[in-house]
C-alpha cells in the first residue's frame, strides 16, 4: 500500500487529514506543499488539484480532493478504530458541522487568526474583516457547540470528523489576543480541552 | 413521519434535495423560503439556520443543515433506492466531486447565470465576474467530468448526490447565452442529455 498526502503542517486542513491518520494508525508519506510560499500554485501541484488548494491525497495510484471526501475515503479504506459515528443522527450531526465550518467557520476563523499570524496570506490586516471574523467565529462555534449538546464530543460519544475539522483552527485562534472572545461559547472550554488532550492533537502541533 | 423542507425552489440546493426525494419516492412538505425576496433572514428562519441559508430539512423534529448533510441523512433514513455508490473508490469520487462543486463550481456557475437571470441578487451585473465564472465553472466542469471517466454518472453507473448538485445549476446556465461556452467540456454533453432525462429532475423544475 502507498499512501501520501500532500500539504504542509501549517495548513489546518492537512492537520484535520493528519489527525485521522493517526488516530487510525497509519503509514504515510507527506509532501511538504507550502502555501504561504504559494506552492499549490506551481504546475505540479495545479496537476493534483486544478484550483491549487491542499490537502490532496494518493492511495495506490487513487487521487482523492477535498477534505472531506479525504477522510470519509481514509476512514473506510485504512484499519484502525473508525471515526465515523455509529448512528444516523450522530452521523447527520458530523456532517452539519462540517457542512457549517466549511461554509462559515473556517474563512471567519482564518480572518481572525491570519490578522495575528500571517497577515500576508490573508492580504493584509483588515479591522473590519478581524471584527466580522470573531462574530462568525463566534456564531459557527456556538451552533457546533448547540449540536455537540452534553456529549464530550461534538457528533456524540466519540471524536469524528468534525472535532478534526475545528481543532487545528481553535488551536491558531489560542496563540491570538483575541482567543477569549471568539472562545467565549457556552460548552466549548470543556470541548477544547478534551481535543487537546488527544495524542492526535498532540502528535500534529506544526512545527 | 414529519419531513418540511425548508427552501424556495429557485435555489439551486433547494432542487438538489429535491431531486432525492423525488428519486427516495418520499412524501414532504416544503416551506417556500425565497432568497431573492431576502427571507431567508428573516427571524423565523435565522432561528432555522444562524447563516440565513437553505436548504433545512426537520424530519421528525430532528433538524439537518446543509445540503451534504441533508443528502447522506435523507438517502440513510428514506426508503427506496440508494443515491449512495456501492463501493469506496465510487463513494470518494462522490464526496470529491460535491466538495469541488461546493468550493469552487457553485460560486463561478452563479457569478455566469446570475449575471444574466438574477443580476440583483449577486450584486448587479460585472462583466470581470462573468468572464472568471466562465473559466472557473469550465475548470470544475472538467474535473467533474474526468471524475465521471467513461462512467454515465459522476461517481459511476448510477445517479448519485454530485450529478443532483450540478444538475440544477446547468439548468441555468442553460438559460443563458454563455452555455455554449461553460459547456464546451469533453464528455458533458451526454452527460447533460442523461441528467435531463431523469424524471427526478423533470419533476422539480422550478415553476
Given at each position: 500500500m502507498s499512501l501520501t498526502l500532500y500539504g504542509f503542517d501549517g495548513s489546518t486542513y492537512v492537520r484535520t487529514v493528519k489527525m485521522l491518520l493517526v488516530e487510525k494508525g497509519a503509514d504515510f508519506d507527506q509532501v511538504q506543499v507550502n502555501v504561504i510560499k504559494g506552492e499549490p500554485h506551481l504546475p505540479e501541484h495545479l496537476a493534483r488539484h486544478p484550483f491549487g488548494k491542499v490537502p490532496v491525497v494518493d492511495h495506490d495510484g487513487f487521487r482523492v480532493l477535498e477534505t472531506a471526501a479525504i477522510m470519509a475515503y481514509l476512514d473506510e479504506v485504512?484499519?484502525?478504530?473508525?471515526?465515523?459515528?455509529?448512528n444516523a443522527h450522530d452521523r447527520a450531526r458530523n456532517h452539519m458541522a462540517m457542512g457549517l465550518y466549511d461554509s462559515y467557520g473556517y474563512g471567519a476563523l482564518v480572518s481572525v487568526f491570519g490578522f495575528h499570524l500571517f497577515p500576508d496570506f490573508i492580504g493584509g490586516q483588515n479591522e473590519d474583516s478581524r471584527r466580522k471574523g470573531i462574530d462568525n467565529s463566534k456564531r459557527v462555534i456556538r451552533e457546533l457547540m448547540k449540536i455537540k449538546g452534553?456529549?464530550?464530543f461534538i457528533a456524540g460519544l466519540a471524536p469524528s470528523f468534525s472535532d478534526f475539522y475545528l481543532a487545528p483552527a481553535c488551536a491558531y485562534i489560542a496563540m491570538t489576543p483575541d482567543a477569549a472572545l471568539v472562545f467565549?461559547?457556552?460548552?466549548?472550554a470543556e470541548w477544547w480541552k478534551r481535543l487537546q488532550a488527544l495524542p492526535s492533537f498532540q502528535a500534529t502541533i506544526p512545527q
Amino acid at each position: 500500500m502507498s499512501l501520501t498526502l500532500y500539504g504542509f503542517d501549517g495548513s489546518t486542513y492537512v492537520r484535520t487529514v493528519k489527525m485521522l491518520l493517526v488516530e487510525k494508525g497509519a503509514d504515510f508519506d507527506q509532501v511538504q506543499v507550502n502555501v504561504i510560499k504559494g506552492e499549490p500554485h506551481l504546475p505540479e501541484h495545479l496537476a493534483r488539484h486544478p484550483f491549487g488548494k491542499v490537502p490532496v491525497v494518493d492511495h495506490d495510484g487513487f487521487r482523492v480532493l477535498e477534505t472531506a471526501a479525504i477522510m470519509a475515503y481514509l476512514d473506510e479504506v485504512l484499519p484502525g478504530p473508525s471515526l465515523t459515528p455509529d448512528n444516523a443522527h450522530d452521523r447527520a450531526r458530523n456532517h452539519m458541522a462540517m457542512g457549517l465550518y466549511d461554509s462559515y467557520g473556517y474563512g471567519a476563523l482564518v480572518s481572525v487568526f491570519g490578522f495575528h499570524l500571517f497577515p500576508d496570506f490573508i492580504g493584509g490586516q483588515n479591522e473590519d474583516s478581524r471584527r466580522k471574523g470573531i462574530d462568525n467565529s463566534k456564531r459557527v462555534i456556538r451552533e457546533l457547540m448547540k449540536i455537540k449538546g452534553d456529549d464530550p464530543f461534538i457528533a456524540g460519544l466519540a471524536p469524528s470528523f468534525s472535532d478534526f475539522y475545528l481543532a487545528p483552527a481553535c488551536a491558531y485562534i489560542a496563540m491570538t489576543p483575541d482567543a477569549a472572545l471568539v472562545f467565549a461559547v457556552d460548552g466549548f472550554a470543556e470541548w477544547w480541552k478534551r481535543l487537546q488532550a488527544l495524542p492526535s492533537f498532540q502528535a500534529t502541533i506544526p512545527q
